[in-house]
């Protein structure tokens, strides 16, 4: 049984950081496809980040150059480093699993991805 398991969200002022982990059981995470996704208040659920088992890495653009994704293959958990945040990254975060990745073309799409976590909340305030 897969499970996917998130923490680190929380309340945060404009320009600050946080880290965001998602613990993986049942699933090896340097194996699979992994990634983050996020849904906002008025908004649906977008791609973030995602990180394959080759090391190839997609990342939106409205987080380029602020956010930082990258996985530990001892402890089997994927960690999203968010600096710089904005009040638009408030949201749910999601993370994202995919042991088959061989025929997935587009990282950041949520119908390329089976498992999913149940979130955790990120508030960033002005």
């Known amino acids: 049984q897969v499970q996917l398991v998130e923490s680190g969200g929380g309340s945060v002022q404009a320009g600050g950081s946080l880290t965001l982990s998602c613990a993986a059981s049942?699933?090896?995470?340097?194996?699979?496809?992994m990634a983050w996704f996020r849904q906002g208040p008025h908004t649906e659920r977008e791609g973030v980040a995602a990180?394959?088992?080759?090391?190839?890495?997609r990342v939106a653009d409205s987080v380029k150059g602020r956010f930082i994704i990258s996985k530990d293959d001892v402890e089997n958990t994927l960690y999203l480093q968010m600096s710089m945040l904005k009040p638009e990254d408030t949201g749910a975060y999601f993370c994202?699993?995919?042991?088959?990745?061989?025929?997935?073309?587009?990282?950041?799409?949520?119908?390329?991805?089976?498992?999913w976590g149940q979130g955790t909340q990120v508030t960033v305030s002005s």
């Open positions: 049942g699933l090896t995470v340097g194996t699979s496809l």
């Open positions: 994202a699993a995919e042991p088959d990745s061989d025929y997935v073309i587009n990282l950041l799409e949520e119908y390329e991805y089976k498992y």
């Open positions: 990180l394959d088992s080759d090391g190839t890495r």
